[in-house]
């Protein structure tokens, strides 16, 4: 069977949204041709103690997802939660359409978009965060880019004035260190809202590494990109679990996966220290054969040597590093644990 473009399955959905097709009401069993027709959409939330945040989020984008007119499923990745994540994304799994995925400890937020995106089944997949600040009424603008040929829609940070200057500044550092790849770039405030269509989707799950930067595997990928611009909401409940020191360790992560000029940094530090350290032995070789002025006390020695043993010390930290992220993969373990699911989304055969 030949399945149908995305054009093809965009202009069914909107003769559904004007009223010149009628909506399929055949049962999950038997799904119509025109069902099989109108894609589908999976929005992937992963949370970590997002309990009251859910119980204002899904309703409104339950809301949103109905007016498209298209097929769709909301997944909710319970990220180890200690509060009633779990419990209020389950409770929203008694109607059609939900799924919760409970991991089986905290993994992190890039092990839970991957859980989001290896059970979503939706022709195209939008990821957002469970706070609010993602707002769901621009959904229907990615949509209408992807229906117009837009392999990703990604949103872009318009301004960062809630930051504070030490922030922004390591923000934009970041983000210059990590683009020293002339073959892609990492968009500038883009994070994860965004929508994917399946074929990037399948791309970014045959990628096998376990150390996952997800802003940099968007980005290496490929594919047809549009920035939307859009200005984060204020989290509506909570406060956010990113403290400094995992942003620094995000950072680390980026950096490490998708560069390897600290290493060729070590290299030519050793190198100029190595010369800078002959014409130095050279200068005090020649000044005591002509001169006779005895070598420099014990005070240089002592000081140069503290300097040059901090250096090889910070090198072979960077050297760790990659070697850490090897000992990662080689052991083979997986991203994420799956302890619960609950509901059954697309696979249902909801309308």
Not at 107 to 122: I, N
Not at 238 to 253: C, E, H, K, P
Request: charged share 20%; hydrophobic share 45%.
């Amino acid at each position: 069977m030949i399945s149908p473009t995305k054009t093809e399955a965009a202009g069914v959905a909107a003769a559904m949204a004007i009223g010149d097709v009628d909506a399929p009401e055949a049962p999950s069993q038997a799904r119509s041709p025109l069902e099989l027709l109108t894609p589908g959409i999976s929005c992937v939330i992963p949370c970590f103690n997002e309990g009251a945040n859910l119980r204002h989020l899904l309703p409104r984008l339950e809301e949103i997802l109905w007016a498209t007119k298209l097929r769709w499923e909301i997944i909710v990745v319970d990220d180890g939660s200690t509060d009633d994540t779990a419990e209020v994304a389950r409770a929203w799994c008694e109607l059609s359409g939900f799924r919760c995925i409970s991991l089986s400890r905290n993994f992190g937020k890039e092990a839970a978009l991957t859980a989001g995106l290896a059970a979503a089944t939706g022709d195209a997949v939008v990821l957002l965060d469970g706070d609010l600040q993602h707002s769901p009424d621009l959904i229907h603008k990615m949509i209408a880019q992807w229906t117009a040929g837009a392999e990703v829609v990604y949103a872009v940070r318009e301004e960062r004035g809630d930051e504070s200057r030490f922030k922004q500044l390591g923000s934009k550092l970041f983000y210059r260190l990590l683009d020293t790849s002339d073959r892609f770039a990492v968009p500038k405030d883009a994070g994860d809202f965004r929508l994917m269509d399946r074929k990037v989707v399948d791309a970014l799950m045959s990628l096998p590494e376990r150390s996952r930067f997800m802003k940099g595997l968007y980005a290496w990928v490929g594919f047809r990109a549009v920035a939307m611009p859009y200005t984060p909401a204020p989290r509506a409940q909570g406060s956010s679990t990113f403290n400094a020191r995992r942003l620094v360790r995000l950072a680390i992560d980026g950096l490490t996966a998708f560069t390897t000029w600290p290493l060729r940094l070590v290299s030519v530090v050793g190198l100029l220290f190595s010369l800078s350290a002959f014409c130095y032995g050279l200068y005090v070789s020649i000044d005591y054969l002509l001169f006779g002025n005895p070598v420099s006390g014990w005070t240089t020695i002592v000081v140069s040597l503290m300097f040059f043993i901090g250096v090889q010390m910070i090198s072979t930290g960077i050297v760790g590093e990659y070697i850490a992220r090897i000992y990662e993969e080689v052991k083979g373990r997986p991203l994420y644990v799956v302890s619960h699911e609950h509901g059954s989304g697309l696979r249902a055969g909801k309308p």
